[in-house]
């Protein structure tokens, strides 16, 4: 299993967020890139270069497709903490 913030691959379940409960912690203000600590995705990380890209300029994309997105999220320990 992967996590939907941070992509940490992990073996167990993890912890399983309802769409409705992450969307109220998005509208409360939760940026993962504000969390200390968080490590942007190598994936994330290469758009961000390859685009000139700010950190706050790739939150608010998150943030966008966060808010339409239509599924639960699973997060890994680190993670889950910060909602």
Not at 6 to 33: L, Q, W
Not at 42 to 62: F, H, I, P, R, T
Request: proline letters at 4%; aromatic letters at 8%.
């Amino acid at each position: 299993m992967k996590c939907d913030i941070c992509s940490t691959v992990f073996s167990d379940a993890g912890h399983r967020i309802g769409n409705s409960e992450f969307k109220t912690a998005i509208s409360g203000g939760f940026n993962p890139y504000e969390v200390a600590g968080f490590q942007l995705p190598k994936s994330m990380l290469a758009m961000q270069v390859a685009m000139g890209m700010s950190k706050s300029e790739l939150a608010v994309g998150w943030r966008t497709r966060a808010l339409q997105d239509t599924t639960d999220w699973v997060l890994c320990d680190a993670c889950h903490p910060n909602i």
